[in-house]
């Protein structure tokens, strides 16, 4: 099984967080959500390093865990986030998509958000191995 390095995540989180709109994160507090993610996938997988292929999951869980808590400590101004837009409707035939404005940044941080910090738990299960 192939392991991967915290650097590696480190470029994938600030890759997604510049199209986010974030210019400049905030290393100190970017590294400390990498690590805390590495350590619940660790111990929820019960392996020595997180497999390879949890790569996706560790990046998504630790945009969110950055985000989060920029937020909480009053440095993220929600606003400035692009989310797009989100679609309310998607009907085939002659293709019709309709969206849905009347949702507010913050209730898409707050979805955005939360599906991120979730990300894949079904996936980390996978990896769980036994012990003694």
């Known amino acids: 099984m192939n392991f991967i390095v915290s650097k590696d995540i480190e470029h994938g989180v600030i890759a997604k967080l510049l199209k986010l709109g974030i210019d400049e994160p905030d290393n100190f507090i970017l590294e400390n959500s990498i ?12 392996q020595k390093q997180v497999p390879e292929n949890l790569k996706y ?9 950055y985000l989060v808590f920029m937020l909480r400590i009053g440095k993220l101004e929600i606003d400035a986030l692009d989310f797009g837009r989100i ?9 019709k998509v309709a969206y849905d404005n ?19 738990e079904d996936e980390i299960k996978r990896y769980r191995r036994l012990v003694w």
């Open 35 to 46: 690590e805390k993610v590495k350590l619940y996938i660790i111990n929820k997988s019960n």
């Open 57 to 65: 999951v560790w990046i998504e869980r630790a945009i969110g865990d």
């Open 87 to 95: 679609a309310k409707e998607i009907s085939e035939g002659d293709t």
């Open 102 to 120: 009347t949702k507010t940044s913050g209730d898409k941080f707050e979805v955005y958000t939360t599906y991120l910090q979730t990300y894949n």
